[in-house]
Every structure is written in C-alpha cells, then in structure tokens.
C-alpha cells in the first residue's frame, strides 16, 4: 500500500501548491459590486509600468469567481517551480503556449473553487489534527518543512496560510473520495492478470553481475608513453594476482578506483551502469565467474575483473508479481478516475471570461 500512500501524498502536494491563496478568505464568488482598484506596481517595476489590478475579476461561473490577483500568483509560482527544476532557467514559451498556460490556469482555479464549494455544501469538515498530520506527511517524504515549501515554490507562505489551505485540500480530498473513489472496485482476479499481461515489462530484471575491479587511471588521448606505463603496471597487478594474491587485498594497495577501499567491490551492476565504456560491459557480463578477467581498456584507464556472481535477465511470474499488482493498480485506477471527474468537472462550468480575457482554444 506504500505506494498508493505515496500517489495519495502527492496529490494532496499538488492541490495545495495549485490551490493557496484561492481557498477561505480569498474571493471565490463574483463581487455584488465593483471592488475597489488596487493598483499597487510589483516591486521592481519600472517607473510607467502599467500594473495590475488584483482585484479585477477575469472569469466568472454562476457565483464563483476568478481575479487577475489569483491568477498572476498561480503562474508566479509555477515559474518559480520550473526554474528551480531547470537549475535557474526561464523556460521559453511562445505567446500562444503562455496564453494557453494561463486560460489553463483560469480553469484549474475556477474548478478548485467549486470543489471546494461542493464539499462544504455537502457537509464535509476537517479537524486541526487531521491539517497537522497530513502537514507532517508532506514535510517528511520532502525532508522537510523548508525544502518543502522550496520545492513547491511556497517560500515566504505563512503557517496560517498552510494551514487554511491545508484545510481546504483536505476538504477537496474527501469530497473527490467520496463521489470519486469510493465507486471504484477492487480489482478481480481476472482484471489483475490481465493488468499484469499487457504490463509484463514492468516486472522484468535485466541481466546482473557482481563484479570487483582494479583500476589503473589513464586518460583517454593520452601520449604513447603514459599508455605504455599505464599497460605496463596493470600487466604487473595482474601478475601478482595469477602467482596467489588475493583480488582484494591488491585492490585496495593499488588501485586508483573509487571501489579501492572495498577491496574493489562494485557489487551488482547492469549494463552501463558503470559508465566506463561497452568494452568494460562486454568483458563484465562475458566474464567467467571466479576467474581473473583482463586487462580492458575502459573510459578510466586499464582495469582487472573478476566476475562473482551472475543473474540473468527475469520476468517475474503472475504468481511473483501479484502483491505487486494488488498494491499499484488500484492507485492507477484512482488517477484515471480523478483525471476523467477533473475533465468532466472542466466541461460542465459555463465560464464567462471578462474584459481582455477570451474563450480557451
């Protein structure tokens, strides 16, 4: 069930990170009269910059509403979030992907207000025990509560402000378990083998091989001379280990890996999983098991081997693979439905887009 547990966090992750400052004190019905401008420049404006009203409503559904506040925010944050994942870079969007990145906006946060209204009117509510918990949930699978707020590119958010937000994601968590996920069945016995049948790959092994190497370092491109002294000393190791030394203990004298201090131990691996070249692949997985293997020319220099154990590629069985199966397909489920009752969500709000703003593509 961890892994269900997991998806469950992490849906709960992003409807606060979509959802704070949209929730309980926000505006979420459209104004009985016009609000008053506020026409505060963002810091760093240049003088005739034209700013932003925030209180301006830009799309209206019955009685819920969205601001030009709201919106602005939403798409700060989710900048500031693919920044940080690209190491600083602004992502580079046309004007026709950013206007369809922020009517997209619009929609997701007109359809979190609804939510959040059909919960309360269905008389849903939410302890502080239950806010504190879920809380204590996210900041641990992040680490922590700062890398936390880092990540979703929530810094600077008040613990009031999580809180109520918190709340409010919990509240749209039961409301979408209850109209949601409570219809969806376990999974038969037939519907789990036929799940696994068309998804065999996802329980395959690939070939494996535990293997210990000794390591003389020479640059790729380096001068005849250094390549020679280079052959010339892992020639001299490989000597010492045919006349009845042991792998190890010449591994840890003198090899120059970073494996030297196990007694040149690199344990498991897969293809490629070493990064030193296909030839170090192909005398790896060729190797016979117990046997002193080399010298190969690898990307770090001349390397020794000696296989000492082999496994070979392997699909789990149905039988093998069932508690597996039992554990992912009903959060995959819950993802399917959750997406269709989001899109049918989207399709039955009549959104009536205000002054500049248009009808989405």
Known sequence: MRFVRILALMASVMLIVACVGCGEGEQTSAPKAPAPAAMQAPAGASEGTVATDANKVVAKSGDLAVTEGEVDELLARNLKYSMMMSGGKMPELTAQQKEQQRRNTIRNLMVSKLLLNEAKASGLTVT?????????????????????LQSSGLSGTSDESLHEQMADTILREKYIEKDVYSHIPEPT????????????????????????????????????????????????????????????????????DRWAPKGGEMGLIRRGQARLGDKFDEAAFSAEVGKLTGPVRTTAGFCLLEATEKQPAKVKTYEEAKDQVKNWLPGLRKFKAMGEFMSKKKSELKIEYVGGEQQPL
Do not use: C, H
């Not at 502080?128 to 936390?148: A, V």
């Open 128 to 148: 502080d025990k239950e806010i504190d918990e879920k809380l204590e949930q996210i900041y641990k699978m992040y680490g922590s509560k700062e890398k936390f």
């Open 189 to 256: 016995e037939d519907e789990m083998q036929k799940w696994y049948d068309e998804n065999k790959s996802k329980f395959s092994t690939p070939e494996t091989v535990k293997v210990k190497t000794i390591t003389v370092n020479v640059a790729e491109g380096a001068s005849e001379a250094d390549v020679a002294k280079a052959q010339e000393r892992i020639l001299s190791l490989a000597k010492r280990i045919k006349k009845g030394e042991a792998f190890d203990a010449v591994a840890k004298e003198a090899s120059a």
